[in-house]
């Protein structure tokens, strides 16, 4: 290895115990190719295996905790004990290559399409519509509905320290429910769940504390817990980075592993609420400071750009689209083979990447998302 990539190679060993064997990770990516009944498939299985010897920790694609929260065809799910063998052996399979498999463990509220939900019954804060288009006007969740989603977090926990995972990740990015109730565009309850920025607080943080006591009371080994979220959202009323900062505050006050930031650019700008002076990532690891630890993501591909994000203080980098372009990424690294490195795909690649069909259909349909050539 080329001498000056060793920060990418140092260990780094997490509150709970979990310690990874270096600084690079593979993103959360939803692939759409799970078994129609929210099992996990043997195209996904073999999707990761061929991305796990390299990176420390693989943390898998989002997984519906509760039947009215998958929000993808092909979205595997972890609502319901049956759901333990597949997940048992998606963790295995990621573990037998050397990395550790982290659940990432979400809810759709109102992105769920109505035909993937029961009775097309699509669920959020508030009656309020996403504004990206084909979205529905959900239903607001009752107090009790939200009290039973927090425990369906908790069980699907307990379901992937059954399964034999070293951790889950908490999706609360990307407009997903756990967003939707920390936003104010789509949280207008005047209830205990919303009101102003301190009550928009209570459902994330009631998630973590039900999450981290089911960990304390089931893991027998050190299990991490993670948290994800995105900055900030463009429309207005949203997210702004002043309330991101609010929120690090009191996720670094509850003992989690790492907080991970959802970004398309590692390198972006805040929009509102900070200034510019600073990347978001550089404010949001500032406020964090030593209490809890930063993964940073977002169009990091050869070894110079991770080297370079790490080189921000950011201890630990995500790669998304790299590592499905680049499964050998790692091993490329270690190998002093950096050079030869894929930051591109052609559409006759899917057998070599090992991309089963759905995820590939997507990524070639999608214009703008991967660099075709
Ligand atoms: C195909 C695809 C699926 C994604 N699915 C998820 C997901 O399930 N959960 C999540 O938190 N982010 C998801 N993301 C966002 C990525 O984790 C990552 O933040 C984003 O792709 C930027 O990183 P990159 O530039 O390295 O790809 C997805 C991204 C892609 C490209």
């Known amino acids: 290895m080329n001498p000056k990539f060793k920060p990418l190679f140092e260990p780094f060993a997490l509150k709970s115990g979990v310690e990874l064997k270096n600084r690079i990770v593979m993103a959360p990516m939803t692939n759409f ?127 992937a320290i059954e399964a034999g995972y070293d951790g889950v990740e908490i999706h609360g990015a990307n407009g997903y429910l756990i967003q939707q109730f920390f936003s104010p565009h789509s949280n207008r309850r005047d209830d205990r769940w ?24 089931h893991a027998k080994q050190p299990f991490l817990a993670g948290y994800r979220f995105s900055p900030e959202e463009e429309h207005s009323p949203g997210i702004t980075m002043e309330d991101t900062l609010r929120l690090v505050d009191e996720l670094a006050n509850r003992e989690l592993d790492y907080i991970h930031v959802s970004l398309m650019d590692f390198w972006s700008k805040p929009r509102r609420g900070a200034d510019d002076s600073k990347s978001r990532l550089e404010w949001i690891r500032e406020r964090a ?35 499905i372009m680049e499964p050998d990424w790692v091993k490329k690294v270690i190998e002093e083979r950096e050079g030869e490195i894929r930051t591109t795909l052609t559409k006759e690649d899917q057998a070599r990447l090992t991309v089963p069909d759905p995820l590939w259909q997507a990524i070639v349909n999608t214009p703008g998302w991967f660099p075709i050539v």
């Open 33 to 159: 190719s799970s078994n129609e009944d929210g099992t996990v498939s043997d195209a996904e299985v073999n999707y990761y295996v061929r991305r796990s010897d390299g990176v420390s920790m693989v943390i898998t694609a989002c997984t519906y905790v509760s039947s009215n929260g998958k929000g993808f065809h092909g979205e595997f799910g972890a609502d319901r004990d049956e759901m333990i063998p597949g997940l048992r052996r998606l963790a295995a399979e990621i573990k037998e290559k050397g990395a550790k498999a982290v659940l990432q463990i979400f809810h759709g509220g109102r992105m769920c399409p109505p035909d993937l939900v029961p009775n097309g019954d699509v669920v959020s804060a508030s009656a309020i519509a996403s504004e990206q288009e084909g979205t529905v006007v959900p239903r607001p969740l009752t107090d009790q509905e939200i009290e039973s989603i927090i425990r369906d977090f908790g069980e699907s926990t307990r379901r």
């Open 194 to 217: 919303g009101g102003n920025l301190e009550k928009r607080l209570t459902f994330p943080l009631a998630v973590i504390d039900e999450v981290k006591r089911v960990v304390a009371k």
């Open 289 to 323: 400071g030593q209490r809890v630890p930063v993964i940073g993501v977002g169009s990091i591909h050869s070894a110079d750009d991770a080297l370079k994000a790490v080189q921000t203080g950011i201890p630990v980098i995500a790669l998304g689209r790299e590592i």
